[in-house]
């Protein structure tokens, strides 16, 4: 396993270890909790040297990110390095048949497949969870609020960016991986986060992550790549817009 130069993972090497907790979980632990069999990690000298200071090896934490994505003979050929986060990105987007555009920024790709996973859920929810869900975020008048017009709000936040499209970030991808590895994120338990996180305990949080105990992800780098996916989307969206979550 080697780190190829990636751009769109190199913003990784500017978190804290507090941060990359998640991330690295997930690459090394199974649902069950678990160690995975195909991870090579936690054998890399850097990890076992410095674990659990995981920015002292942030570069194998990316690494680890392009193989899962990588066919495992090419990686052979490619002496040991997988491929670039944007092909793992699509891929995953491929899969859970994300409506993008392949030429768009790796933010934006990102975005979309947030956005996906936030409307199926939408798509679940009765009218009460609808009007619970858009009075959390904040929104007025949300008892006039229909499913199109959350959407639509949902989507305008996203495009402006800011904390707001970090809140709702996390709070996607916190049910989300719930639903496939048995645990949320550890970077949202503070702030303004944890207390927008608050509503999802009852029915709304049902309804975000029932459809994802549906999702065929019988291949074994999907169960990889789905979820570190959605947290490199939610750790750029911190990175860049979530510094002063209090």
């Known amino acids: 396993m080697a780190y190829r130069f990636d751009s769109d993972l190199e913003f990784l090497g500017k978190l804290n270890s507090a941060e990359l907790n998640d991330l690295v979980y997930t690459l090394t632990h199974d649902k069950d ?93 009765t009218p009460e969870q609808v009007t619970e869900l858009a009075n959390t975020l904040g929104s007025t008048n949300s008892s006039l609020l229909s499913k199109e017009a959350l959407l639509a709000s949902f989507q305008a936040a996203f495009r402006l960016g800011g904390f707001k499209s970090y809140q709702l970030t996390a709070i996607i991808v916190n049910q989300v991986l719930k639903a496939l590895i048995g645990r949320g994120l550890s970077i949202a338990a503070t702030g303004t986060v944890m207390r927008s996180l ?5 029915p709304v949080g049902w309804a975000l992550t029932g459809a994802w105990t549906a999702v065929d992800i019988a291949s074994a780098a999907y169960r990889v790549t789905i979820p570190a996916v959605l947290q490199v989307a939610v750790l750029r969206q911190k990175h860049l817009y979530g510094q002063d979550d209090k």
Not at 38 to 59: D, M, Q, V
Not at 198 to 202: E, I, L
């Open 33 to 125: 909790g678990s160690s995975r069999f195909t991870e090579e990690l936690t054998t890399a000298a850097s990890y076992k040297n410095h674990h659990p200071n995981h920015i002292k090896y942030w570069e194998l934490i990316a690494a680890e990110i392009q193989c899962f994505g990588a066919n495992s003979l090419a990686t052979i050929f490619r002496q040991g390095k997988g491929v670039p986060y944007r092909e793992v990105l699509i891929d995953v987007c491929d899969k859970l048949k994300v409506n993008y555009n392949e030429k768009s920024s790796i933010e934006t790709i990102e975005k979309n497949l947030l956005q996906k996973i936030f409307e199926d859920a939408v798509a679940a929810m």
């Open 198 to 202: 608050s509503v999802f305990a009852g």
